[in-house]
């Protein structure tokens, strides 16, 4: 009854009958006798069936809420027990921003699978939160921070990969058409480009003798990519507010003009977050320091 049990917590999380069944490598008639049998062993109906998609009943529900977080604890202990010594094994579920994608994971994945092949990697590009543990086993960000600010509280553990400052950048031809912004206040009169997830929407943070003011933002332009935010400002679209790394090539060619330097903005962070776990999966913990070692050498050889 057990497998079984785990096996339906399984299509409840998934929705699927075939989704499931492919994730246990069995048949879908298989997957149906499987759940046909537990609800008889068990005399109560699990699963509610349409055409498109199961559901659980109230008994199935009630049977999942209390059922998955013991399967999951019981999945990871038994991964823990395979993956000793060197021979690390299972599946590693991230999601990630797409700049550091591009900027960082796409390398160090390559590397990790090389050196780990029993090991495998879902990648999942998303700028948002993602539910941890249910959805991924970790989630990178990025986030603006400025001085004084609160952190939600947060059951998850936050580490800190990269930190960076934020830039307020033009292309020469828009600032020919339009006044050089000299104080953040200016910037009410200008086309502005901006990230929502990463700095919270037409709120920009800037600093200017110590004191920390927060500024609302004419919403022109919102993208939550900085290189399409980047192309814009190339294309003479606006102000963008960036990371300086992707954007300190333009400047030093003279291809974007960065401004407001007097006024140091807030950093951009990139944080790699995952939850507090009793029994920590052996690959998941390999991974994390692996990670947190190839940024940091990579942030060392750039200097």
């Not at 090389?114 to 090991?119: A, D, S």
């Not at 192309?231 to 102000?239: D, P, T, V, W």
């Not at 939850?275 to 200097?303: G, M, N, Q, T």
Request: net charge neutral.
């Amino acid at each position: 009854m057990f497998d079984k049990i785990i096996f339906f917590c399984a299509v409840v999380k998934s929705g699927s009958l075939s989704k499931a069944a492919e994730e246990f490598n069995i048949s879908v008639s298989a997957a149906s006798r499987w759940v046909a049998e537990l609800e008889k062993e068990m005399g109560v109906s699990l699963l509610k069936r349409s055409t498109r998609r199961v559901s659980p009943s109230q008994t199935g529900l009630h049977l999942y809420e209390k059922f998955e977080p013991l399967a999951r604890e019981a999945r990871e202990m038994i991964e823990e027990v395979v993956s000793t010594g060197n021979d690390y094994v299972g599946l590693i579920r991230i999601a990630s921003t797409p700049l550091f994608a591009t900027d960082y994971l796409v390398d160090i994945i390559s590397e990790f699978l090389i050196e780990y092949p029993k090991i495998k990697v879902k990648l999942f590009i998303n700028p948002f939160p993602v539910n941890l543990v249910d959805e991924v086993d970790f989630s990178i960000r990025a986030v603006a921070t400025y001085k004084g600010k609160i952190d939600h509280d947060s059951s998850d553990v936050r580490k800190r990969l990269v930190s960076e400052p934020l830039v307020t950048v033009a292309s020469p031809i828009y600032l020919s058409k339009h006044p050089l912004p000299q104080t953040p206040e200016d910037l009410v009169n200008h086309r502005c480009l901006y990230s929502k997830s990463l700095v919270g929407g037409n709120k920009w943070q800037f600093f200017f003798n110590g004191k920390m003011n927060i500024y609302s933002i004419p919403n022109f332009f919102e993208c939550d990519n900085s290189e399409i935010l980047k192309r814009l400002a190339l294309n003479h679209a606006g102000i963008a507010y960036m990371p300086l790394s992707l954007v300190s090539d333009d400047i030093a060619s003279g291809r974007l003009v960065s401004m407001l330097e007097n006024y140091m903005a807030s950093t951009f962070d990139m944080n790699l977050f995952y939850k507090r776990r009793e029994h920590y999966p052996a690959r998941l913990s390999l991974f994390k320091d692996y990670l947190i070692a190839k940024v940091e050498a990579k942030l060392l050889k750039d200097l």
